[in-house]
């Protein structure tokens, strides 16, 4: 009978608010694999944002496991979708002092 040596485990790291350069070079360093099913290109993207991560970060997997990772939300997933919110009509008024002096006729006069 065979014994094999039992493969050390590691703690999954937060990659999640990482770039996706960061989170190679974390991955790397924690001794997990990286897949990115909404990057085809991952291996060349740099400056997207994880948005979400499989397993969840302190969980113990085998070294070399495989973490899932990915840098758009999806459908229904967040990421706002307030929709464009400029230009607003109609425009508020402008800032500033509106009236420094009474205006002529003004229903409303200021008493001195």
């Not at 703690?11 to 099913?37: N, Q, S, Y």
């Not at 994880?50 to 990915?70: D, K, N, S």
Request: glycine content about 14%; overall charge negative.
């Amino acid at each position: 009978m065979r014994i094999t040596p039992k493969t050390p485990e590691v703690r999954v790291p937060k990659f999640v608010g990482l770039m996706a350069v960061d989170a190679r070079e974390t991955a790397e360093t924690h001794g997990v694999l990286l897949a990115a099913p909404d990057r085809p290109d991952f291996h060349l993207t740099v400056v997207d944002y994880v948005v979400r991560q499989y397993p969840l970060p302190g969980v113990e997997v085998p070294r070399g496991a495989v973490v899932t990772v990915w840098f758009d939300f999806g459908e229904g997933g967040g990421g706002g979708g307030a929709g464009v919110r400029e230009p607003r009509l109609p425009k508020p008024p402008g800032g500033g002092l509106q009236r420094e002096l009474d205006a002529p006729g003004d229903a409303f006069e200021v008493i001195r």
